[in-house]
């Protein structure tokens, strides 16, 4: 069983002062690392900084006998794996287990362990593939003709496993959402019973029979590890990454797709453009990465065209798609409904069309005085996506750029067009999904998804947000993911993350992690919006480290475990913390704190419920 080395954000700080390796507070640095920590609960490493500024090396030997007296256990991170109980399939799916100071360990899903190397993830699904045989089918007609794929159990094993808690003590704090029936709890296997599972393989069958869920997975991209995108699944999101001639490169995407992974991006959308090597770039992207990789094709077919939007035609479009295919791109973003007819509302708008896919078909259009090219060509765009299993995400090149333009008739009539493609692609057995806008009122949210729903047939639909005011500039990951939460409560199926350079600059890696960070917690909201019962599970572990005054599990258990340290330590007073006896934070302070009187409201008061 591989593993991560316990709780590796904890690791030796003094250890490495002591050897002359790490100078850090020791030389006189006011910081305290927490990347550096290796003590067994805050208190402690706040002591050994206090004593490590003032006396050096001889920091560690007291550090560590307050440590001993104290006794206290830290959280943990390993890597285990998550199996069907039955053994009627070799599927495991590698998931991080955490163990709370209090011995309760929950799971946490995430898109790559970092243990994988390419090769070992390919072997992941190369049995899946080479089982398609030369005349494969796509998922969506596997599911039409009632076949289970192995890919489909291998995403109904990772929705299901997300959150599942082992509680040391299950009548503690009243708990209401633990869900662990049906699962057995080994020393680094987890296996499910598969009646008892939250999403089992039939009903992944079944969601993406009907058309309401995909799973972009590329033959010819076998690092992949199969995920699923639907409306009653696990919310996921997206991250745009890409390079561009005036910004950024090769090494500097390469880095944000490895902080897109690490901060747990379901899918990455490569929009690079105007590279001398850009398909490099791409074949290196989709190398590394072990989630779906999407692209915007036009994008490149500008690029061959010499930026001439004027030079464009279909074929060289086409022969776009199939090579970006034969590459292992998961899933295309196509402006296809964006049709000759909806142009004269686009330009009765006050922001246009800000879709730049949508604004070169539209330019493209207007020179030659034609249709879309997309629009025209759609069922041989259908048959090249339905040869690799390539998922076809239904672009808006119409969606709105602002509040004033927002759920016009070009926006509606493009989702209209949109509607009648989505039909055309369940019967032509693609997988497809929608995008959505774009910048939408907050109290106009929920009729987007409803819309999406009756001109899409419930197709999966992923949204740009939708940013629910235009004045955020340098905070739109914010704007955006208010819209985010409500519309993924409402039903959207996966979220393009917004970061703080929008409608300024191109995301730097730090715009990508606060991004992605912003948006999962959006994604959380969502799902506990939606009812899905075992998201609450990582919420109900939070309030129970909150009520014990656990601040290590607590910091884990959140989405940037660094900087929830960091926040926490900021104002609170370093005498109070030595014993870890800080029964408070430094918002209440020590006099009286809400948590202490709950300790005794609980022992005078009987539950109700009893």
Known sequence: MRTIAPNSIYRCYLDSACDGTEKGAAQGNDTLNVSKIHFDELAAAKAAHLAAKQEGREGKLAANSAHAKKGFVRPENRVVYVEFADGKSDIRIPYIQTKLSNGDTILRYVVDTELESTEQRKAIRAPFIAARGENAKTQLEYAKEGIITPEMEYVALRESACFLEQITDPEEFRNKFHTSEGVIFGDGVIKLERDKMSVTPEMVRDE?????????????????????IGKHFLTKVNANIGASSVSSGFKEEIGKLKTSLKYGADTVMDLSTGLEDLSGLRSAILRASPVPIGTVPIYETLDRAGGDANALNWELFRQVIIDQCEQGVDYFTIHAGLTKDLLPYAADRVMGIVSRGGAIMASHMMQHDCENMAWEHFDELMEICRKYDVSLSLGDGLRPGGIYDACDEAQYGELRNIGKLARRCYEAGVQTFIEGPGHVPLNRVEENQRLEDEYCNEAPFYTLGPLVTDIGAGFDHFTSAIGATTIGMHGTAMLCYVTPSEHLALPTPEDVREGLITYKIAAHSADLGKGLKQAYNID?????????????????LSFDEQNAYKIWRREMDDEDCLSH??????????RFCPMRLNRRMQAKYPSPKA
Not at 208 to 226: D, F
Not at 540 to 556: E, P, T
Not at 581 to 590: I, N
Request: with cysteine; proline share 8%; net charge positive.
């Open 208 to 228: 993406i029979a009907r058309g309401r869920a995909v799973i972009p997975s590329n033959i010819k991209h076998p690092e992949c590890e199969p995920m699923i």
């Open 540 to 556: 109900h572990a939070m309030s129970r480290a909150r009520v014990s005054f656990r601040w290590l599990d607590q910091f884990i």
């Open 581 to 590: 006896d800080a029964a408070f934070c430094s918002m209440c302070g020590p």
